[in-house]
């Protein structure tokens, strides 16, 4: 993969960065600070999960409008 798509033009970002040799991935989250954060994987499968859920019962997602609590 290429420097490129690890560039965050929109942030926040997900990054995957994996390593075919050893077979190995990360997951980072990169905020509008510049600031990376390694992510554990199962807690993006538990959010993953959670937002199929509350899709399917017919939940959106918040806006700027709606964030402002």
Known sequence: MGL?????????CIHVVSDERRRVFAVFVEDW?????PVPSNELEK???????????GFREAGPNDLSY
């Open 4 to 12: 490129a798509e690890y560039e965050c033009n929109d942030p926040p």
């Open 33 to 37: 600070d510049g600031n990376i954060l």
């Open 47 to 57: 959010a993953a999960r959670r937002l199929r859920e509350l899709a399917r019962r």
